[in-house]
């Protein structure tokens, strides 16, 4: 019943679109990714919209998220470029069946699956079993996966202990002022380590300052997303104002 309910846009009490933040490489100024992000329909913030989610509408609002962000990446993110869709493991009640408005989406607008990133936050407390069941699902599929604020939540080693995503975005309450903070450059470097043994791509979010993207890249950082490089756009796609 709740995946046929998924289908109708109806179904939800109020409408939204998306902004894109563009996700860069250091070294060579491409871009990686855009995450999509939630806004109200004329690019309201995001808790205009997030206000109006409950328990009765979680579910069709997640799988309408997916839907909204492929939709407006097939028409406009450049090349080759991945997408990066947040997803609510809460509002998954079996992988395979709730996969399928997304796979349909992508196979209708031909966004191919493996440009697609799924990423969660661990600040939402979930059954850690249900969770690596979606994401081993989605993985098999031919998604890629991340976990995002990771180091703010509740699981954190814990998970990785249990499972490896393609991509862990460090929280950006590390990465703020760690040019001037030694013991935020300790704590990341170390866990920067420990992602290359674990063979994970770690992503650092939140870069605001000339300073924090020099001391990421003096860590051998990569990936990097923030207000920096470029802040949201809405249902735009823009590229990075950081040179190669």
């Not at 409408?15 to 990714?33: C, E, H, L, R």
């Not at 909204?68 to 009640?93: D, Q, W």
């Amino acid at each position: 019943m709740k995946c046929e309910a998924c289908r109708d846009v109806q179904a939800l009490p109020f409408s939204f679109s998306m902004a894109f933040q563009p996700i860069a490489d250091v070294n060579t100024g491409a871009i990686f990714a855009y995450e999509a992000l939630v806004r109200g329909p004329a690019g309201e913030g995001a808790a205009t919209v997030l206000g109006a989610v409950n328990a009765t509408n979680r579910y069709a609002f997640d799988q309408q998220c997916r839907v909204k962000a492929i939709e407006l990446a097939a028409k406009g993110a450049p090349g080759e470029t991945r997408l990066s869709i947040n997803f609510m493991p809460n509002a998954v009640y079996e992988p395979r069946a709730c996969i399928r408005l997304t796979l349909e989406t992508a196979e209708r607008v031909g966004f191919a699956l493996n440009r697609i990133i799924f990423e969660f936050t661990e600040n939402e407390e979930i059954d850690p079993d249900h969770l690596i069941n979606i994401v081993r699902t989605y993985k098999d599929i031919g998604f890629a996966t991340a976990i995002d604020d990771f180091g703010a939540g509740h699981s954190g080693l814990n998970l990785l202990a249990r499972f490896q995503p393609d991509i862990v975005k460090l929280d950006m309450a590390l990465i703020r002022d760690i040019d001037t903070d030694r013991a935020k450059r300790i704590v990341v470097r170390h866990t920067l380590a420990m992602l290359a043994d674990l063979g994970i791509t770690p992503l650092c979010e939140g870069v605001e300052t000339l300073g924090e993207l020099e001391a990421l890249r003096d860590l051998g950082v990569d990936l990097v997303q923030g207000y920096l490089l470029a802040r949201p756009a809405f249902e735009r796609f823009e590229t990075v104002r950081l040179a190669a």
